[in-house]
């Protein structure tokens, strides 16, 4: 049985980025990582620009105190200025409007006072070169890498890069995951229940926690406990999926059939127990490049199986840097005190207040408890033993939602 840091090196270990294709720009690459740099195809900005609705002005001609200047010209934003600036003239100005040639300030209209016969006086004593100007190329330089590979889209980055007229880029591709469900106990949401059957649950939950993750999930219905038909539904899915996300079947009991059928279909078995609560069955496999997870059953493992191995390998397979999970050290919120067999990762909710974040240990009945789990953006890592941990001590704690 391994422990939870060997388990998730021995899934990077398989790991590589998926290969990276031009892909079209839109919202929805948002979260995609870029495979290479992006340069800048011209300054930006490609002229010196106001700042402020105001005056271009020479800063030497304000040097003496309320000095009036003759105004010659008007410029809006996205007119270029027809005549230069002379000795005691300005240019009523607008902000992004370009700076006329002559002037090398701007002087903000709350500092000056409009005069007769178009002219102004300036109340800025304190007029320098370069006041309220953006120089040219200020923010980027033609050529200067602007974006560098690895870069994460966010709307900030698309933004930039709309700016400097990419209608496309080469990015990772979004991991493909296939999702199937196990067990004759299972139907699926909106169909009547007969004694001895339950919801689906792990389907929709697992699909969602995909698209977090920036995957497509597809889950095309539950996977019997016959092997036949797993052989057909998870045979079918293994050259066209990067991952495959099997939930169920995968301990040691009578109707456990997953093992053996992947067994069959030629997939690499790596390890089949992680020494964690919840989620001591999980099962780890691969068949060429595709990824194979065989999640325990119960819902909230699975949930926590998927955060702590398969979340990191669907970031390693979409470019990013850091696969995860992202673990920082936070003072619970309140006390806790409980015995476990083995390091336990349990529902928690971050809270904030003045003195900043804490973590505090939510309701929860356990591995089959998907409701305790609703409310947790985190979760709580407490050691194998007894633990009697006092409020404002630091704990370990995964976060759920970065």
């Known amino acids: 049985m391994l422990e939870v840091a060997d388990a998730l090196a021995e899934v990077l270990a398989r ?21 290479e740099d992006v340069r800048a195809d011209a300054d930006s900005p490609p002229f010196p620009k106001s700042l402020r609705d105001g005056y271009a002005v ?23 200025p027809t005549r230069t600036i002379g000795a005691g003239e300005c240019a009523r100005i607008f902000t992004g409007a370009p700076i006329p040639d002559g002037a090398d300030a701007v002087v903000m209209q709350e500092d000056t006072q409009p005069l007769e016969g178009e002219r102004v006086r300036v109340t800025d004593e304190r007029v320098k070169p370069g006041q309220w100007v953006f120089a040219r190329g200020t923010e980027m330089r033609a050529g200067s890498v602007v974006l560098p590979a690895g870069t994460v889209l966010n709307p900030a980055a698309l933004g930039v ?4 007229g990419a209608v496309e880029a080469r990015l990772f591709p979004a991991p493909r995951a296939f999702i199937l469900p196990t067990g004759n106990e299972l139907v699926e949401p909106g169909q009547p229940l007969k004694p001895g059957q339950i919801r689906n649950s792990n389907g929709p939950m697992l699909a969602a926690q995909v698209v977090r993750a920036g995957g497509i999930g ?52 790596h390890f089949r127990q992680v020494r964690l609560k919840p989620g001591k069955p999980l099962l780890f496999g691969t068949k060429g490049n595709t990824l194979v997870f065989g999640l325990p059953g119960n819902p909230v493992s699975a949930a926590v199986c998927f955060e702590l191995f398969v979340r990191p ?8 840097a850091n696969p995860g999970p992202i673990t920082v050290p936070l003072p619970l919120a309140e006390g806790v005190a409980e ?7 349990r ?8 003195s900043g974040f804490t973590v505090r240990p939510l309701p929860w009945l356990g591995a089959p ?25 630091l704990a370990s704690v995964v976060l759920l939602t970065v």
Not at 221 to 244: F, K, R, Y
Not at 377 to 391: H, K, M, N, Q, W
């Open 369 to 393: 408890d998907l409701r305790g789990l609703q409310a947790a953006d985190a979760l709580l890592v407490l050691p194998p033993g007894e633990s009697r941990l006092d409020p404002g001590t």
């Open 347 to 354: 529902p928690a909710k971050l809270e904030l207040g003045e």
């Open 218 to 269: 597809t889950h095309k219905g539950i996977g019997p406990d016959t092997v036949d038909q797993l052989l057909a539904l998870i045979g079918n899915e293994l050259d066209s999926s990067d991952i495959v996300l099997i939930a169920g079947g995968v301990s040691v009991g009578k109707y456990d059939l997953v093992p053996a059928v992947l067994e069959e279909l030629g997939v690499a078995v």
């Open 161 to 164: 890069l709309a700016g400097l």
């Open 15 to 35: 790991v590589r980025p998926l290969k990276p294709s031009t892909t079209a720009l839109s919202p929805a690459v948002l979260g995609r990582v870029l495979a």
């Open 313 to 320: 390998a669907m970031r390693v397979l979409a470019g990013h």
């Open 58 to 80: 020479r800063a030497a001609d304000c040097s003496s105190r309320n000095a009036e200047l003759r105004v010659v010209c008007e410029i809006a934003a996205g007119v270029l």
């Open 339 to 345: 015995v476990n067999d083995r390091p336990t990762y």
